[in-house]
């Protein structure tokens, strides 16, 4: 008898479904440009039943990062998709456009602190995994199927990995990962910060143009930057830790995070320090530098149809 993944019973308890993730403005074809029509099956993803479209998944979003601002309180949002599932299957495919780990034997050493974060994310954040039927499919059981394309469960299996550390995935704790990227480059994002002391942390940053990118959306926030390393964030931030938060400077409203798969740890106590919402931007940032070229180029659920 196989076991049913933890994604079967969401859905089969109808806590969870598939649904189009729809988002008023929203101009995918960019992207399809670059990654080819079958990039749109991203578009359907998990979706809480409590939540009827992706609008509503913005407005969530909106809500809690306002509460946080206003009332300083903890909100770490945090992306996971193909680097960091490979990380927790423990394997060096992480190493995709960046470099997170040395190592197996370094991922299994940081592995602790990983789960921990994720289990203050459970109670205080945001998870944004990326969960689309293409991700989701049955992962192959037949002896014989090497002669086939391996179906890619990776979306599916990284649930599995959370209920496996009894970590519970919830309508409360959970928004889709490109719901984050819509509401990050929106006008509603660019109007709860204009004003407010936003202190970016990247290993590599433009003043200039990300001074530009929210003057743009009429937006007029006070930048701050702190340089994090370029490589293996998500095995050696205690090694960084404390020199790194020790130049968050005080009075610091909300974090933008480019960090990789060390997102998590670092979002997870930015948080917790200065009671702030800590995002996981990742293309957003790319933007934001105007280095798209770091990402390949455009994604999905970021760009504005032209009349926006």
Request: glycine fraction near 6%.
């Amino acid at each position: 008898m196989t076991q049913k993944r933890h994604l079967e019973e969401l859905i089969y308890l109808k806590l969870f479904r598939f649904d189009r993730l729809d988002i008023q403005g929203i101009d995918n074809e960019p992207a399809v440009k670059i990654f080819s029509e079958s990039v749109l099956e991203q578009e359907i993803c998990l979706f809480a039943n409590t939540v009827s479209s992706g609008d509503d998944y913005c407005r969530i979003l909106h809500e809690k990062i306002t509460h946080s601002l206003s009332d300083h309180r903890p909100l770490p949002v945090v992306r996971f998709a193909d680097g960091e599932y490979a990380f927790y299957r423990y394997t060096l495919g992480c190493n995709g456009l960046y470099k997170q780990a040395e190592s197996i034997e370094a991922i299994k050493k940081a592995m602790p602190l990983h789960l921990a974060a994720m289990e203050y994310l459970s109670g205080h954040g945001l998870f944004a995994p990326l969960v689309f039927p293409g991700n989701a499919q049955e992962p192959v059981r037949n002896l014989f199927s090497f002669k086939k394309q391996k179906p890619d469960s990776t979306g599916a299996a990284f649930l599995d990995f959370m209920q496996e550390n009894h970590i519970p995935l919830t309508a409360d704790n959970y928004i889709p990962f490109y719901a984050v990227y819509a509401y990050l480059s929106s006008a509603d994002f660019a109007t709860a910060v204009n004003g407010r002391n936003i202190c970016i942390l990247n290993s590599e940053y433009n003043e200039e143009s990300c001074r530009n990118w929210f003057i743009n959306q009429n937006s007029s926030p006070n930048l701050m930057f702190v340089s994090i390393p370029r490589e293996y964030v998500a095995t050696r931030w205690e090694e960084v830790k404390t020199p790194i938060l020790n130049k968050i400077p005080d009075g610091t409203d909300l974090c933008i995070v480019g960090a990789g798969v060390g997102a998590l740890l670092i979002c997870r106590d930015v948080a917790e320090r200065f009671s702030v919402p800590a995002i996981d931007a990742g293309h957003i940032l790319n933007m934001m530098n105007n280095r798209v070229d770091k990402s390949n180029g455009a994604r999905l659920f970021t760009l504005r149809k032209a009349h926006e």
